[in-house]
C-alpha cells in the first residue's frame, strides 16, 4: 500500500465496541495514554478510538509543518477509512483545536464534539503569565538536570503533563506546528458550529483558563457548558477520569441514536 | 455557567486516623475526592493525625504534604467535632488572641466550618469500628456509610462470624483467646491456652491460622504448623492486638471477595480473586506495596492497585453467585450501609465456601470491582450513591421523636 506523503500512519487504541463510535484526541506533549483512563470508562458503552496525534506517542510526524487544519484532515481521513458514517469528537487542549476546525469543517461527520479545557483562542500574555512561562523553562532545566544525576524521571513523570504545552523548546521537530497551533485562533471555526456541543472545564487551569471556556461557550450555539471546580488542565488525570465521565456520558445521553 | 460554587455541599472527608492503616486511608481518601462530583460538592479534606488531631486545610489534598509529616501540620487549622448536637460543622481550635491585652484580648470568638456531611475514609481502628460513628451520632450529624453496630459487629472478626453462623452463612470453627490470659506466669498460660484451643472441635489439627481479632490488612497473621509454631503465632498476634483468633488452616485455598452497596435494596458487584505474589497468604506488602498494575501508574494506588482477577471466566459461576448472595446477606444482616467488602475463602480441597471476613470500610472503597461490574458503576456515581443513602437515613431518624423529660424525677 501506498501511504500518501501527508498520510502519516496513525496509532491509534480501540476500547469497546458496543455503542457509537467516539474520537479521543489529546493535547500537546501528550499521547492517547493520558486519555486512557477516560477512555476505558467510556469504553464500556461506546467504542472508543484513542489516537495518537501525529507526532505523538506512537504516530510519526508528518513531513511538513502543519496547521491544525491538516491534522483534522487527518482525522477525517481517518474516520472515511474506517467506515465510520458519523463519530462524537472528544478533545483536550490541542486536540480540542482539532476537533473545532474537523467540526467546522466536516459537519456531517461529526454527530457531536466535546472539549476539555481546549486550546484554540488567543490570548496576550499578562505579566503573570509571561513570568509562568519563563519559571516552566528554568525548572524544565533544572529538573532534567536532577533526571540525569539521579536517573529519576521527574520531567517525565511530573513535569511533561503538567508544563509541556508551555514548553516551546521541548517542542523538538514539532516546534514550528506548535507555534502555529498557538498563533492560531479558531474564533471563526467555532463560531460556525451548529452541532451539539458539550464544553468541560477544569476551574483551576493556568494554560487555557475558564475564561477560554466561557468564550468557547458564547461562541458556539447551543453548548453545553460544566466547570469542574478544584480541577486543573487535566480534569481527568487519576480518578478525575470518572468525574469526567460522568458529565460525558449525561451529555451523550441525550443525543440522538443513544 | 452552569454550575455555581454557593450551591455546593461540603462534605468532610475524615482519613488518617489512629490505626495501623493510617497510610492507606490517605490513599483512599485522596483518590475518593479526585472522583468525587465537586459541581454538587465541595470536599473538605479532614486528616486524623497518628496523635488523634484533627486537622483540615486545601493542603492536605496534594501528597507531597504528607512527606514531610508532622512538619506540614503547622500550616493547618487544627479542628474538633464537638458532640453537641445541631452545630452540623467542625470547631477550629488553638485560635489565641494576638494582640494579648485589648478588651477582647483573652477571649476570641469561636470559628466554626459548616459541614453538610460527613464521609469517614478510616480503615481499621477508630475509624471503621463504631468509635468515630459514635462521636458523629452524639453530635447527630449526617455520615455515610454503617452506624456504630454495624461498623463494631463488623470488625470484630470473632462476633461477626458467630452471629452469621447463626443466620446459616458458613464460616470456619474458630475460637478467640485474649492476652489477659497470659498477664500472669506466661509460660504455663500459653500451655493452657494451646491445649483450650487444641480441644475445640474442629481445632484438634494442625496446621491452625492465627490472626488478632479487629486487625485487617494481614497484619499479625500467621500459620502454626505445631505447638511450637502456634505459640509463636499467638505471641505474634498478642503484639497487634488484646484479642486473637485462631481457625484451622486451609492449605489448598482460593480467595474470593465482593463488594456490596446499600441502594433502596444491598447490591452485590462482580467477584475478584486478589493475587499473591507468594503464593500463600496475602502480605501487607502484596496489598498496598507492590506497584500499581497500570503502567506508569502512582507508585501506590492502594487497594485500586493490587493485582487481582476481576470477575475470573473460569471461576464457578454458581461459586460466584454463592458469594454474590452470601454477602449481601451478611451486609444487610450485620446491618452495614455505604459500600462494603466481604472476603471468603473456599477449601479447594472440598469445594467448600466460607465467610471470612466483612470490612465495612474497604480500601479504596472497593470502586475498582463496581467499575467492572455488569452494568458498570462510576466511582463519582458510588461517592453521589453514598451521600444521597446517608442524608437519607438521617432524614428518616429525625422522623422519629423523641421524649425527653423529666417527669419521673418529679412523680
Ligand atoms: N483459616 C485460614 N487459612 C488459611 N489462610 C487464611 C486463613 N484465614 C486467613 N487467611 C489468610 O490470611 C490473610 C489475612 O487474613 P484475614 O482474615 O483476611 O485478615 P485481614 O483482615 O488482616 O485481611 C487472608 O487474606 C488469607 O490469605
Known amino acids: 500500500m501506498i501511504v500518501a506523503a501527508n498520510t502519516p500512519v496513525l496509532n491509534t487504541q480501540k476500547i469497546g465496541s458496543q455503542g457509537h463510535p467516539i474520537l479521543l484526541m489529546h493535547g500537546w506533549g501528550q499521547s492517547l495514554y493520558s486519555l486512557q483512563a477516560l477512555g476505558e470508562l467510556l469504553g464500556k458503552t461506546h467504542q472508543v478510538h484513542l489516537i495518537d496525534l501525529p507526532g505523538f506517542g506512537k504516530s510519526p510526524a508528518p513531513d511538513e509543518d502543519w496547521d491544525t487544519k491538516q491534522y483534522a484532515e487527518r482525522i477525517y481521513q481517518y474516520v472515511k477509512e474506517n467506515n465510520l458514517k458519523q463519530v462524537d469528537l472528544l478533545g483536550h487542549s490541542f486536540g480540542g483545536r482539532v476537533s473545532i476546525r474537523l467540526t467546522s469543517a466536516h459537519p456531517e461527520i461529526v454527530r457531536s464534539m466535546i472539549l476539555i479545557n481546549s486550546g484554540g483562542l488567543k490570548r496576550t500574555l499578562t505579566g503573570k503569565r509571561k513570568l509562568r512561562a519563563k519559571y516552566s523553562g528554568l525548572l524544565s532545566k533544572t529538573i532534567k538536570q536532577i533526571d540525569k544525576m539521579t536517573g529519576s524521571k521527574i520531567f517525565e513523570n511530573w513535569f511533561v503533563p503538567r508544563f509541556a504545552s508551555l514548553d516551546y523548546k521541548n517542542a523538538g521537530s514539532l516546534r514550528n506546528i506548535l507555534v502555529k497551533a498557538v498563533t492560531e485562533d479558531v474564533t471563526e471555526d467555532a463560531q460556525k458550529i451548529k452541532n451539539p456541543t458539550f464544553i468541560l472545564w477544569g476551574e483551576k487551569d493556568q494554560e487555557t483558563p475558564l475564561e477560554s471556556g466561557e468564550r468557547f461557550h458564547a461562541l458556539i450555539s447551543g453548548s453545553q457548558f460544566v466547570v469542574l471546580p478544584g480541577k486543573d488542565h487535566f480534569p481527568f488525570l487519576g480518578d478525575g477520569a470518572h468525574l469526567c465521565a460522568r458529565y460525558i456520558l449525561n451529555f451523550l445521553k441525550t443525543l440522538p441514536g443513544e | ?411
Open chain 2, 1 to 411: 455557567m452552569n454550575n455555581g460554587d454557593n450551591k455546593r455541599q461540603t462534605i468532610a472527608v475524615l482519613f488518617g486516623g489512629r490505626s495501623v492503616e493510617h497510610e492507606i486511608s490517605i490513599i483512599t481518601a485522596l483518590q475518593m475526592i479526585e472522583a468525587m462530583d465537586t459541581v454538587k460538592y465541595r470536599p473538605l479534606p479532614v486528616y486524623v493525625a497518628p496523635t488523634g488531631k484533627w486537622y483540615c486545610g486545601d493542603e492536605l489534598l496534594k501528597k507531597e504534604v504528607y512527606k514531610n509529616m508532622p512538619a506540614s501540620l503547622s500550616g493547618l487549622k487544627e479542628v474538633v467535632l464537638l458532640p453537641t448536637p445541631g452545630l452540623n460543622s467542625l470547631t477550629v481550635i488553638g485560635l489565641r488572641s494576638k494582640g494579648g491585652f485589648g478588651i477582647f484580648g483573652s477571649k476570641v470568638a469561636e470559628e466554626t466550618i459548616p459541614v453538610d456531611v460527613f464521609f469517614p475514609c478510616f480503615h481499621g481502628s477508630y475509624g471503621e469500628d463504631g468509635c468515630v460513628q459514635g462521636l458523629f451520632e452524639l453530635a447527630d450529624v449526617t455520615y455515610t456509610g454503617s452506624d456504630v453496630v454495624s461498623s463494631a459487629l463488623s470488625m470484630s472478626k470473632y462476633h461477626c462470624k458467630k452471629f452469621l453462623e447463626s443466620h446459616d452463612i458458613p464460616v470456619l470453627p474458630s475460637i478467640v483467646v485474649s492476652k489477659a490470659e497470659l498477664d500472669q506466669g506466661m509460660g504455663s498460660n500459653l500451655a493452657k491456652m494451646r491445649e483450650r484451643i487444641l480441644a475445640q472441635p474442629g481445632l484438634g489439627n494442625f496446621p491452625l491460622f492465627v490472626k488478632p481479632a479487629t486487625l485487617g490488612s494481614s497484619i499479625g497473621v500467621s500459620k502454626a504448623d505445631d505447638a511450637a509454631g502456634l505459640d509463636a503465632a499467638l505471641l505474634k498476634a498478642f503484639k497487634y492486638d488484646v484479642e486473637a483468633i485462631v481457625e484451622p488452616c486451609l492449605d489448598d485455598k482460593m480467595e474470593i471477595n465482593v463488594s456490596v452497596m446499600d441502594d433502596v435494596e444491598a447490591v452485590a458487584s462482580v467477584v475478584e480473586i486478589p493475587v499473591s505474589s507468594s503464593g500463600n497468604e496475602l502480605t501487607y506488602e502484596d496489598k498496598y506495596m507492590r506497584p500499581g498494575s497500570k503502567k506508569n501508574g502512582p507508585a501506590s494506588s492502594g487497594m485500586a492497585g493490587l493485582a487481582r482477577v476481576i470477575n475470573p471466566t473460569d471461576l464457578d459461576p454458581k461459586l460466584k453467585e454463592q458469594a454474590r448472595s452470601y454477602a449481601k446477606r451478611a451486609f444487610e444482616l450485620i446491618g452495614c450501609a455505604g459500600v462494603a467488602r466481604i472476603d471468603f475463602m473456599v477449601d479447594l480441597k472440598k469445594g467448600q465456601l466460607y465467610f471470612n471476613e466483612i470490612n465495612p470500610l474497604p480500601g479504596s472503597l472497593s470502586y475498582y470491582l463496581w467499575v467492572n461490574s455488569e452494568p458498570a458503576v462510576l466511582y463519582t456515581d458510588m461517592i453521589t450513591l453514598m451521600i444521597e443513602r446517608a442524608q437519607l437515613r438521617k432524614k428518616r431518624k429525625a422522623s422519629v421523636s423523641v421524649d425527653i423529660g423529666f417527669k419521673a424525677l418529679f412523680k
